[in-house]
């Protein structure tokens, strides 16, 4: 059957840094192709035309931090017929989930003069904690590449390609010596999702985990490695307590070094 | 019809969420409110017990828009803590990264988020059909302002390759060689926006504005600087918080920055450009005194030509610097900290950024004041407003809504830099 109208895109956004929707901006050389592909519906950080639902394919930004956000996310979720979480603070609650393992009230007293003003849920949490999730692009930021590529997979009834493996494969396969094994710098990506492209390592630095725990991490044993390299305990908590610190794999490891 | 109310629910073409609620009565303003949805993050709070070398990487993520901004603040700060110097071709270094986040901020947002206004568009690709070669033009110029960055930082959002005392890796003079074509074409295509910019047909307004900037014996100011204004301000950074204070007013969206004893002020590219003109690079004077823009600017409508202006600048300077790069030693200097006090700021795209950071011995960040361009400009924003209602109260109502929309993008708001934003609860009188 022929397919009489564009597919409508959306693009949300909670508590975040607007980097995530800003790459669909940064696809310079496709953002036209995209917008012939797609009517690009509702998208406030780049048009006042703000067309009303149902949406096609929706693309969430941010976690939900406020009561009214976990209101506003059931209306997304209505409105959308698929939806994609972007980024480590849809997908993991993101940095300001490091409010998930304090006080927020102090927090809030410590930035604000009158923290009587601020509405702020405890815990800044993951939109699949709220609402089902068709698909989750993960990374602070996400990879552009990744984007096009799901977008083009759904425009053209295919799945989004998803990878299981670790920052490890995407080394091995660039051929990036092992920052870990061969000087000796601490390194996340035994345990960190793919999707980077090894960026940390291939500029001489260890993977600090912005693409969140692949599947089944085994953190303890990096975790142990560490020690072994005499990384401080504190230091092992922190690298745990990053932009993911709020997935489960990492939550449990820092917590498991938190004394 | 002596009362009316004019509400943007939800302002689009800026960075992150918020609104504008204007309230009119027997053809006075009575008020107006620029209304911030953007939930806190907590920034401030947040990096209370981390490592002084995670500040870089943590502050990038206030903004996915100026993540290089919130870097260099970031660095300078905690360098002028342990009292670090860094040698030339690092400092050099980290300006060319900053031209690169300049070009890529500028050019999204005059063209993608600013033009359309002047054109009667509601967004870029609206203006693509009409005019498909000047979103051409924007786009390729704006992919080398993020190659630089990707080039330098890594990646173009949040890069990865800043730390405290340098770099991780310093590319090699090869490697910014690949960036030299490039940057001749977005030099040339830069000029272009000039022209194309000053062509736009701008509404009158003159504020009388106190501009506020950092200014250096010989640069355009970026990375370093006292903070003067033409008001006579004129003082280390150190000073910062004795002569600017954070107000935080009731049934008021964010903490108004303001001169102490004196009131609101501007920073930005039209601040910069009034008091650093004689710094620019030759071929941006001479193109702004082609677009007939004076040395000082005080319509905020213009400031789409000085940002023109401030992308040939960072073209110019960007082409010097790769010029006269020779590789530092070491990426990095070491780091040894201590205990103290590190104040930094840097001119983001939008203006002043301050950092402030108190750490201990070990390193461990004990607290951190960060003061965003648009928290500072916030108050100022909603004085021109104000400004463009009242001249402009015959206009039907959505044409008067548009122009306050277009006003409040003149400042190309970064509210995602939401570490010190509220909530609004907003008065709704009769």
Redesign the interface.
């Known amino acids: 059957m022929k397919r009489t109208r564009k597919p409508r895109l959306a693009v949300w956004k909670f508590a975040s840094c607007d980097g995530c929707q800003l790459s669909l901006l940064d696809c310079e050389d496709e953002l036209l192709d995209i917008a012939g592909a797609v009517e690009i519906a509702f998208f406030p950080e780049a048009s006042r035309a703000m067309a009303p639902g149902p949406y096609d394919i929706s693309l969430v930004e941010g976690s939900i931090t406020t009561p009214h956000d976990a209101e506003r996310v059931h209306h997304v979720r209505r409105v959308s017929r698929c939806l994609i979480t972007i980024g480590a603070c849809a997908t993991a609650g993101g940095i300001q989930a490091l409010r998930n393992f304090q006080d927020v009230r102090q927090m809030a007293s410590i930035v604000y003069a009158n923290p009587a003003y601020i509405e702020s849920l405890s815990k800044s949490t993951p939109i699949a904690d709220h609402v089902f999730v068709d698909f989750q692009l993960h990374g602070c930021p996400i990879s552009k590449r990744q984007l096009l590529e799901t977008l083009s997979a759904l425009l053209n009834g295919r799945r989004p390609p998803a990878t299981s493996h670790s920052v490890c494969v995407e080394c091995k396969r660039q051929g990036v010596v092992c920052v870990m094994a061969g000087r000796g710098v601490p390194c996340l990506g035994p345990v960190t999702h793919a999707g980077c492209g090894a960026l940390c390592p291939r500029y001489a630095r260890g993977c600090f985990g912005c693409f969140g725990p692949k599947e089944t991490p085994n953190t303890a044993a990096l975790a142990a490695r560490w020690a072994d390299m005499g990384v401080p305990n504190d230091q092992i908590m922190r690298a745990f307590r990053g932009f993911c610190a709020y997935a489960e794999p990492f939550r449990r490891e820092s917590e498991a070094h938190e004394r | 019809m002596s009362a009316k109310s004019i509400r943007v629910s939800?302002?689009?073409?800026?960075?992150?969420?918020g609104g504008l609620h204007v309230k009119v009565r027997g053809g006075q303003v009575a008020d107006v409110k620029l209304n911030i949805?953007?939930?806190?993050?907590?920034?401030?709070?947040?990096l209370?017990g981390?490592?002084f070398s995670?500040a870089p990487?943590?502050t990038a993520?206030?903004?996915?828009?100026c993540?290089v901004a919130y870097q260099m603040s970031a660095v300078h700060a905690m360098e002028r803590a342990f009292d670090i110097a860094v040698p030339p071709p690092i400092r050099a270094l980290r300006r060319l990264l900053y031209c690169g986040e300049w070009i890529e901020s500028h050019v999204?947002h005059i063209y993608?988020?600013h033009a359309?206004d002047y054109l009667g568009c509601?967004?870029?690709?609206?203006v693509?059909r009409t005019h498909p070669d000047v979103?051409?033009r924007a786009?390729?110029l704006?992919?080398i302002g993020?190659q630089i960055v990707s080039l330098v930082g890594?990646?173009?959002?949040?890069p990865?390759?800043v730390r405290v005392g340098g770099f991780?890796?310093a590319p090699t003079p090869g490697e910014l060689q690949t960036l030299v074509e490039p940057l001749q074409w977005a030099a040339d295509a830069a000029a272009e926006t000039v022209r194309f910019t000053a062509s736009l047909p701008m509404p009158d307004l003159e504020v009388d504005y106190e501009f506020v900037t950092l200014r250096h014996p010989d640069e355009y100011p970026m990375n370093e600087g006292r903070i003067i204004s033409n008001r006579g301000l004129h003082i280390s950074v150190t000073e910062y918080e004795s002569h600017f204070a954070e107000e935080?007013v009731?049934h008021s969206t964010a903490?108004h920055s303001t001169v102490r004893k004196r009131g609101t002020y501007l920073v930005g590219p039209l601040a910069r450009y009034a008091l650093n003109f004689d710094r620019l690079a030759p071929r941006a004077q001479e193109e702004a005194r082609r677009a007939g823009l004076g040395e000082v600017c005080r319509n905020p409508f213009q400031s789409i030509v000085v940002r023109a202006v401030e992308t040939l600048h960072a073209c110019e300077e960007a082409l010097r610097l790769i010029r006269e790069y020779e590789p530092p030693d070491a990426?990095a200097v070491e780091v040894h900290p201590c205990a103290g006090t590190g104040h930094a700021a840097t001119e983001a795209p939008r203006g002043i950024l301050y950092h402030r950071y108190r750490v201990d011995q070990r390193g461990s960040i004990l607290s951190a004041l960060i003061v965003p361009p648009t928290a500072q400009n916030q108050k100022q924003i909603e004085m021109d407003v104000r400004e463009v209602v009242e001249r402009n109260l015959g206009l039907p109502e959505p044409d008067l809504a548009?122009l306050c929309?277009q006003a409040v993008r003149c400042y190309d708001p970064c509210i995602?830099c939401?570490?010190?934003f509220?909530?609004l609860?907003v008065d709704r009188q009769p």
């Open positions: 939800c302002l689009a073409r800026v960075e992150g969420e949805f953007e939930p806190p993050r907590y920034f401030e709070a947040l209370r981390r490592d995670e990487d943590i993520r206030i903004c996915g828009i993540p999204l993608l988020l359309p509601q967004d870029a690709l609206q693509a979103v051409r786009l390729r704006k992919k993020n890594g990646r173009e959002i949040h990865i390759n991780h890796r935080h009731p903490l990426p548009w929309e995602s939401s570490t010190h509220l909530r609860h």
